[in-house]
């Protein structure tokens, strides 16, 4: 089974500095995703970023950007001038890769980030 | 409709009755996913949906917990005699078959209280 786990419960940051966010997982999959998902109080869930982990290259969306470490199964997101609308829970998440089946998405525990005027 | 549609937004209801929560994915979205997430916590996966195949049930807490999904369409998940700790918001999502790299969209949930 897979575990995800962020290790943040809260985190806080001032406006228009960078934020980092933790995350690790624990797979013994060799091909899947990673995401990192933002659910404002609205309870919106909203896909910030993913990554495929047979890509090497880190992905970047914007301000948004993860530093994905495959071998020590670390995949933390990068906030770069921070918004005061960035406030929101963070989860990180993890889905294998099927080709025609699919599978279920397993979430992190999620990392609160309040971003102070 | 343009997104994930989930009703009611809200549901009190009393210990021992039973719920519905309904779940009308993105049209043409063969995987459907319900997940349940309680005060301050991670979303719990519950059970998954993809297209004629045998659903993954393997996330439901307890045999008071089903859900169908009519013509590999809309969605309902059953709470037969709720107890105090269904309490939770209740969060749908679907995507498409993973043929192509996709993501889930997710509704805004259902909120349910149990009394």
């Known amino acids: 089974a897979q575990t995800v786990t962020q290790s943040q419960p809260e985190m806080s940051v001032q406006e228009a500095e960078t934020v980092t966010l933790s995350c690790t997982y624990d797979t013994s999959e060799n091909n899947y995703y990673l995401f990192w998902y933002k659910q404002p109080p609205s309870r919106q869930m909203i896909l910030v970023i993913r990554q495929e982990a047979y890509k090497q290259q880190n992905a970047t969306e914007n301000r948004f950007s993860v530093n994905f470490q495959k071998a020590a199964k670390s995949f933390s997101l990068k906030i770069s001038d921070s918004q005061l609308g960035d406030t929101a829970m963070y989860f990180c998440a993890f889905m294998k890769r099927r080709e025609t089946s699919g599978s279920r998405l397993t979430f992190g525990e999620g990392t609160q980030l309040t971003v102070n005027p | ?115």
């Open chain 2, 1 to 115: 409709g343009a997104g994930v549609s989930q009703s009611p937004s809200n549901k009190v209801t009393e210990k021992g009755k039973d719920v519905e929560l309904r779940c009308d994915p993105i049209s043409g979205h063969t995987a459907l996913y319900w997940y349940r997430q309680s005060l301050g916590q991670g979303l719990e996966f519950l059970i998954y949906f993809q297209g004629n195949s045998a659903p993954d049930k393997s996330g439901l807490p307890s045999d008071r917990f089903s859900a169908e999904r009519t013509g590999g369409s809309v969605s309902t998940l059953t709470i037969q005699r709720t107890q105090q700790e269904d309490s939770a918001v209740y969060l749908c999502a679907s995507s498409l078959m993973w043929t192509v790299i996709t993501e889930a969209f997710f509704g805004q949930g259902t909120r349910l209280t149990v009394v």
